[in-house]
């Protein structure tokens, strides 16, 4: 796996790169000393990454006493701490690269049941939750958009709107992601990644590449700008989710005529959209879900819809298909093992109870003021998020909140809402979000990228948060007031 986290391939720089450098030349200069030959095997097959992890575990089970007392919870704190040093050999594999995405992914299948966090089964099942549906069904819907290049001609309305003669990279990027910002507050996060990716990608296709011509600087711009796009649409997606409560469908115009596949994909897409709009309306008027009992998920009508691109004819060969499973060979099953693993490891908190743990460690709170309760129950649930979705992560906190709210004698809302905003604040891990995991399958981000750019970002929404709650929050919530 290349540092983009996709399988096979080497670059032109890999290949062109001598394997040792050339011997020093006896010219009276310093030689150059370089490390044992067995020191530098360990280090090109990544050991030192790869020990890392159990290492880490190790250092976990040693020293850290989660028990409060013993007696009869002693097992029940045994099983929270193997949680945290699963979780410690997980992510040192994933931040260092040691082994492939995919391989560290799946890490959880074996180190759960190994660790006693929980049983093989439990940990399987994880794998293949609602959401993972919902990714694997929206990456063949932009398999399709890409097959059929629906994506270059909006990638081609945009450009030549906000981009003119010269290219004008900061203006390009400002459209990129106030288009994106604006439809991602009327349809779900999401669907609007789905959509808006493969129109990045496509006019990120249209920028010169390093060719035989091209300066390492001119190389280097342009790998810079595709980062800052790639992270752009994820974040504007994210953070445009956040400003509207429920949305409104969004009609797409293409200029040039399109074929009647075209078409169908388009259509197909729409009624997705649709369907994921009107599943859950409001409390009084219930959605489309409510005719099956609520036994539906998002992902459920994303691999349904994904399913008609298999069945809905092309009409441009006879027999041909919209999609058949060789245009899907592209499908990126590190990412789905990936979002999984996040999944896997929200599980373990619960089952291992290191939640409740969590939830006890947060009673120092009583007494505190506003300012001080409403950072922390952002923190906590904004580093919860990195590993898992926002839905599961406002399912698996909240409560518990609500909880330590009557504990602490404090609002709910003060600690709900905050857990809430917290928990969208996923910018940081592939696994924070869907939309994460599209923008990290393009190959042109890593996980350090995210990092880097997304720290800053949850740090300026924790700040507001903690401005906003005390005063607006105050008037519209009602958190002054004990409840």
């Known amino acids: 796996m290349d540092k983009r986290g996709s399988f096979g391939g080497t670059s032109s720089d890999d290949v062109e790169a001598p394997l040792l450098p050339p011997p020093a030349r006896d010219d009276g200069a310093q030689e150059l000393r370089l490390p044992p030959s067995w020191v530098r095997a360990l280090l090109a097959h990544r050991y030192p990454a790869v020990a890392a992890g159990p290492a880490a575990a190790a250092a976990v089970c040693a020293l850290v006493d989660l028990a409060v007392g013993g007696g009869a919870h002693a097992h029940h704190h045994r099983e929270a701490r193997n949680m945290l040093a699963v979780l410690a050999w997980v992510f040192l594999w994933w931040v260092t690269g040691a082994v492939p995405l995919a391989v560290a992914s799946m890490a959880p299948l074996f180190l759960f049941p190994l660790f006693g966090v929980s049983s093989a089964d439990a940990v399987a099942k994880a794998y293949m939750d609602d959401v993972i549906s919902l990714v694997l069904g929206s990456f063949i819907l932009a398999l399709a958009i890409e097959h059929y290049q629906i994506h270059r001609r909006l990638a081609l309305n945009i450009t030549s709107l906000f981009c003119g003669d010269p290219v004008r990279p900061p203006l390009l990027l400002l459209g990129i992601t106030g288009t994106t910002f604006f439809v991602s507050m009327w349809i779900h996060n999401t669907a609007c990644t789905v959509m808006m990716m493969p129109v990045a990608t496509g006019i990120l296709q249209r920028l010169p590449r390093g060719g035989a011509g091209a300066g390492t600087g001119a190389h280097d711009e342009v790998r810079r700008f595709s980062k800052a796009v790639v992270l752009g649409v994820v974040y504007a997606s994210a953070i ?244």
């Open 240 to 483: 445009g989710g956040m400003a509207t409560l429920a949305g409104t469908g969004v009609n797409i115009i293409l200029v040039g005529p399109m074929v009647f596949a075209e078409k169908m994909v388009l259509a197909v897409f729409g009624g997705l959209i649709v369907l994921w709009m009107t599943r859950n309306l409001t409390a009084d008027i219930p959605g489309w879900g409510a005719l099956f009992h609520n036994n539906v998920g998002d992902g459920t009508v994303t691999i349904m819809m994904a399913t008609l691109l298999f069945i809905i004819p092309s009409r441009k060969n006879k027999g041909e298909k919209l999609m058949d499973w060789d245009k899907c060979r592209k499908l990126q099953w590190d990412i789905i093992l990936l979002l999984g693993a996040g999944f896997a490891i929200a599980e373990g908190f619960r089952s291992s109870g290191l939640t409740d743990i969590l939830s006890d460690g947060l009673r120092f709170l009583k007494g505190a003021e506003t300012v001080v309760i409403v950072p922390v129950a952002c923190i906590v649930s904004g580093v919860v998020t990195e590993f898992t979705s926002d839905d599961a992560t406002t399912t698996l906190l909240l409560p518990l909140f609500a909880e330590l709210a009557k504990a602490i004698d404090v609002h709910p809302a003060l600690l709900m809402v905050s857990g809430a905003v917290g928990a969208q604040l996923s910018y940081l891990l592939p696994t924070g979000s869907p939309s994460n995991v599209i923008g990290f399958s393009t190959g042109h981000i890593t996980i350090k990228d995210l990092v880097t750019t997304g720290l800053p970002l949850k740090l300026v929404g924790i700040a507001a948060l903690t401005v906003l709650m005390p005063t607006l929050g105050s008037q519209v919530f009602g958190t002054n007031s004990k409840f």
